[in-house]
Nanobody, 118 residues
Framework: VQLQASGGGLVQPGGSLRLSCAASGSIAGINVMNWYRQASGKQREFLATINAGGRTNYADPVKGRFTISRDNAKNTVYLQMNSLKPEDSAVYYC?????????????WGQGTLVTVSS
């Protein structure tokens, strides 16, 4: 499975963006889908996760502003980002994990740049 993130761009503070992560194959077998971001000069930061059952969890900096969702029929995961702040500027990555009894498979998208600036 290959992941392709898109939807980044330049947005003003307080604005919204929706990121998409499209998979080349089915994501139905991917147990967990996540979004991360990495700002310039900083470590990659976990943002949000959604499991196969639709349960979600968020990091504190984005809780209440970002929403993760998945559409298995379209093999796509989304990150709706509202009330964006300049500190949200970063490269955003999607990540998937397929967990079997013997190993865990990790899949990463290539990243999409989000810039929040007036």
């Amino acid at each position: 499975v290959q992941l392709q993130a898109s939807g980044g761009g330049l947005v003003q503070p307080g604005g919204s963006l929706r990121l998409s992560c499209a998979a080349s194959g089915s994501i139905a077998g991917i147990n967990v889908m996540n979004w991360y971001r990495q700002a310039s000069g900083k470590q990659r930061e976990f943002l949000a996760t959604i499991n196969a059952g639709g349960r979600t969890n968020y990091a504190d900096p984005v809780k209440g502003r970002f929403t993760i969702s998945r559409d298995n029929a379209k093999n796509t995961v989304y990150l709706q980002m509202n009330s964006l702040k300049p500190e949200d500027s970063a490269v955003y990555y999607c990540h998937g994990q397929r967990i079997t009894t013997t190993r865990t498979y990790d899949y990463w998208g290539q990243g999409t740049l989000v810039t929040v600036s007036s």
